[in-house]
């Protein structure tokens, strides 16, 4: 899976985002994934749950990749 995410705000918490793009089918699915080590943020890779997303980063992981961008105001 290859998407853009349009971000309404400053920023979303990567566990939401997660959810949000369907590549976790729960927000604790997502923070399992997290945990495991299994998302990256801009390359490297990130264990925090919360960790603050903003327009502008990729998060990728096995079999997706998520660009983060600014929604049209």
């Known amino acids: 899976m290859n998407e853009t995410f349009s971000l309404r705000g400053e920023y979303i918490a990567l566990c939401d985002l997660l959810k ?3 590549v976790a089918h729960s927000g604790g699915a ?3 994934m997290i ?11 990130e264990l ?17 990749t998520l660009r ?4 049209d105001a």
């Open 48 to 64: 925090r749950k919360t960790c603050k997303i903003r327009p502008g980063q990729v998060v990728s992981g096995d079999g997706f």
């Open 35 to 45: 945990a495991e080590g299994l998302v990256s943020v801009d390359g490297q890779i």
């Open 30 to 32: 997502a923070k399992h």
């Open 20 to 22: 949000a793009c369907a």
């Open 68 to 71: 983060v961008e600014a929604a």
